[in-house]
């Protein structure tokens, strides 16, 4: 699949995609460091366009990279709360940690690439870890029954169910 022919327009727009990214996060403007930017982009994008562009024949790809900008900054809201809330439970006198193991079953969301995503969103959100994806059971350990309360509400399935046009 890596080796895939696709037009050139879609790498280049996955490299723009990713240098972007690259440049907002990395906050180096020198010489050197745009030029490793310039070098991990194009390999990424050589990696990963098909990826980007797999569901385009539902949604225009332009779309759908908008929506995951848009799902990203609701992702980052999302850890910052939860940060909030495990460093509360952290550091109270009493730990009221309650662990637990809890299989979530995804509705909405078919698809390999949008499983990924969810269950990446759902271990970058501190207090929930994905430990398992077995069909459309998602095996989550979750650091108090509140965190995995959040999981069921369902909200992040449906945001990415929504970037990725599934169900």
């Not at 020198?30 to 390999?43: K, S």
């Not at 999302?78 to 509705?107: F, H, M, T, W």
Request: net charge positive; aromatic share 14%; hydrophobic share 45%.
């Amino acid at each position: 699949m890596l080796l895939k022919k696709l037009p050139f327009t879609r790498y280049l727009a996955t490299f723009f995609y990713a240098m972007a990214f690259w440049l907002f996060l990395s906050g180096h403007y020198d010489v050197f460091h745009i030029t490793i930017g310039i070098l991990c982009c194009i390999g990424v994008s050589y990696a990963s366009t098909n990826l980007l562009f797999q569901y385009e024949a539902d949604k225009k790809r332009h779309i759908i990279a908008l929506e995951f900008i848009l799902y990203t900054f609701w992702l980052i809201k999302e850890i910052v709360i939860a940060n909030l809330q495990v460093a509360r439970l952290v550091l109270s006198p009493r730990l009221k940690i309650d662990p637990g193991i809890i299989v979530y079953k995804c509705r909405h969301i078919q698809g390999d690439v949008p499983k990924t995503v969810y269950g990446n969103s759902i271990t970058l959100t501190p207090g929930t870890v994905t430990l398992d994806i077995v069909g459309d059971d998602f095996y989550v350990h979750a650091l108090t029954p509140a965190f995995a309360a959040g999981l069921q509400d369902g909200e992040m399935e449906r945001r990415v169910a929504h970037v990725y046009h599934t169900k």
